[in-house]
C-alpha cells in the first residue's frame, strides 16, 4: 500500500514538474517553441526506446518522421509568410504547370518553387 501511493506520489509530482516547465516555456518562448520542444523530447523517447528495447524499425517510422519534420517546416513558413495558404500554394502550382509557355520547363518551375 505504501508502494502504491509512493509511485502515485512520484507521478503526480513528477507530471507537476513537467507542467510547469512547459507553461514557462510557453510564457518565455511561445507556443510554437513549447510545441517544438515537446515533440523533439517525444522523438528522442522514440530513439531511446529502440535502442532499450529490441523492435523492428521499418520505413513507416522514416515517413512519419518526415511528416512531423514537414508540418513544422510549414508552420514556420506560414508564419514568416501572413499571405500563405497550402490552399494558395497548391493553386499556384496548378496554376503554373497548366500555363503552355514554352520556355517554362519543369526544372525551372521547381526551382521557382
Do not use: D
Not at 43 to 61: C, D, E, H, R
Not at 68 to 74: E, K, P, R, S, T
Not at 98 to 106: A, D, I, L, V, W
Request: aromatic share 16%; proline share 3%.
Amino acid at each position: 500500500m505504501l508502494e502504491t501511493y509512493g509511485y502515485g506520489f512520484l507521478f503526480s509530482l513528477t507530471g507537476y514538474i513537467g507542467v510547469q516547465i512547459v507553461l514557462q516555456l510557453v510564457r518565455t518562448g511561445g507556443a510554437f517553441a513549447a510545441v517544438t520542444v515537446t515533440t523533439c523530447r517525444k522523438a528522442v523517447t522514440i530513439v531511446i526506446s529502440f535502442l532499450v528495447f529490441q523492435k523492428p524499425f521499418t520505413a513507416q517510422y522514416i515517413y512519419s518522421g518526415m511528416l512531423v519534420v514537414g508540418g513544422i517546416y510549414l508552420n514556420l513558413y506560414s508564419k514568416k509568410n501572413p499571405h500563405f495558404s497550402i490552399q494558395n500554394w497548391m493553386k499556384e502550382i496548378r496554376m503554373k504547370l497548366m500555363q503552355p509557355e514554352s520556355s517554362h520547363t519543369y526544372k525551372k518551375f521547381v526551382e521557382e518553387v
